[in-house]
């Protein structure tokens, strides 16, 4: 068995991983590299394996970092099957229509860009709409959890809930080949415990070789009990300023818990009843209404409230703006009020307009609830930034900027080793999604045997 690695290798996003056995080549995802314009330019590059001649791809989740270069991967050439649970398929729908729309918008206005400056070359999108459409004929059959899918002689797969978003798994590659059997866990991205939305991941009891997220193996996160505390405190203390409350928030996941959280603080007192909540995001409004389709795929909490006929993400004060031209009313409003909009690394979407409205203005807030990778604009204004360009215009920061990683969907580097400890005989592990740092730190801390960083395109024989 041969195992190769394409993207998340020494760094958080380009998931993209290829297993060679049994005479089939199996994909486990295809992302998009996110972060830098550099990193950005490198999802053109060849993938470093030849697309024609994947079998299939085994899909964890619907994050564009790990599903982003399906519709590139048909283009180029893949006429298999895309396997994933039936979450995932609708949420990579969402995902994959949105980048289209993004990638063909950047390529307009780079062409115009390059126009103005005498230079007559068309700047081409990734992939365009109707491939991005293409590619969602590609998915088979839905995968269950716990339940074995073949993938021919000697090769199947089983998904296991990850607790990262609505559908995310994790994957159980069972080899026979040559007289012997062996397991390689994909890990996908975990999520941690204690988060109402979704289920708490639940490992597979067994693995010969682990391929492991470490996007925190070097830090811990407070507790929820915490960070909703301090969610709640960020709020208040905006409003008694006369400022509004941004956040930059993922659309699928973070959106849907912010959203519980805040109806969770109505229903206690803790948040006027009159708070105005505005959903920016026609992508985080769509994935809050198939949220509501898989109740049973959701934590107990969420499962009650919707068996009990009750909205878990309604607020009496929620707007969903679907428009441009709505997003764009939302920044006549001076104070008291929350903004919800994405992309949570601020790196496209409709919250770099509200940060070029209210980033400037010191009774305001910026509220970060996840992972922000080097080199995006949310990494830099966390890392305290004084200024910021955005659509080439500095902006200073004089807004208050929280960040409140509690609400992070990916495991802490306790959970982390918790869920490498509950697999059983695990004789090698390969550690991905992560920055160097987190990842040597993790390594240290798992247990004795054989501990793998891989390069990018660095393959193995296993």
Not at 206 to 212: G, R, T
Not at 420 to 440: K, N, S, Y
Request: aromatic share 6%; glycine share 10%; net charge negative.
């Amino acid at each position: 068995m041969k195992l190769s690695f394409h993207g998340a290798a020494g760094t958080v996003t380009g998931s993209c991983h290829l297993v060679e056995a049994a005479g089939r080549r199996i994909l486990i995802d295809c992302g998009l590299l996110q972060g830098s314009r550099e990193l950005e330019h490198e999802n053109a590059d060849p993938f470093g394996f030849d697309a024609a001649a994947i079998d299939c791809v085994l899909l964890t989740h619907a994050h564009l970092d790990h599903c982003g270069r399906l519709p590139l991967l048909i283009k180029r050439g893949f006429h298999g099957e895309i396997i994933a649970t039936a979450p995932t398929r609708e949420l990579t729908r969402l995902v994959l229509l949105d980048s289209a729309r993004l990638q063909e918008e950047e390529a307009r206005r780079r062409s115009r860009h390059r126009r103005r400056h005498g230079q007559e070359v068309q700047e081409q999108p990734l992939y365009t709409l109707p491939e991005a459409l293409n590619g969602l004929d590609a998915f088979g059959k839905p995968a269950r959890y716990n339940e074995p899918v073949a993938l021919g002689p000697g090769l199947r797969a089983t998904f296991h809930e990850a607790g990262h978003i609505l559908g995310s798994a994790s994957i159980a590659l069972e080899v026979r080949e040559n007289g012997t059997a062996r397991t390689v866990v994909f890990s996908g991205d975990l999520g941690g415990a204690g988060h109402p939305l979704l289920n708490p991941p639940a490992p597979p009891a067994q693995a010969d070789i682990v391929v492991m997220e470490s996007t925190y193996g070097d830090r811990m996160h407070r507790s929820y009990a915490d960070s909703i505390a301090e969610f709640y405190a960020a709020i208040t203390d905006t409003f008694a300023r006369g400022g509004n409350v941004l956040i930059p928030a993922f659309a699928l996941e973070r959106a849907q818990e912010l959203l519980f959280a805040i109806h969770a603080g109505v229903a206690q007192g803790k948040l006027q009843r009159s708070v105005q909540v505005f959903l920016d995001s026609p992508m985080a409004i769509s994935a809050t209404e198939i949220f509501a389709r898989y109740p049973e795929d959701c934590g107990p909490a969420i499962r009650d409230l919707v068996r009990g006929g009750e909205d878990p993400f309604h607020v009496p004060g929620l707007h969903f703006t679907h428009d441009a031209s709505e997003s764009m009313e939302i920044n006549r409003i001076v104070g008291g009020a929350i903004i919800m909009a994405g992309s949570g690394m601020c790196t496209g979407g409709r919250i770099r307009h509200h940060l070029r409205h209210n980033l400037w203005r010191s009774d305001a807030s910026v509220v970060f609830v996840g992972f922000a990778a080097a080199g995006t604009l949310a990494r830099k204004i966390i890392d305290g930034a004084r200024s910021v360009s955005i659509f080439d215009e500095d902006i200073p920061v004089r807004a208050r900027v929280h960040t409140i990683n509690g609400f992070s969907g990916h495991a802490d580097q306790q959970e982390l080793l918790a869920w490498h400890g509950a697999i059983g005989g695990v004789g090698r592990t390969f550690l991905v999604h992560g920055e160097p740092g987190a990842m040597q730190t993790l390594a240290g801390k798992l247990p004795p045997g054989t501990v793998e960083t891989p390069r990018l395109h660095q393959a193995f024989e296993v």
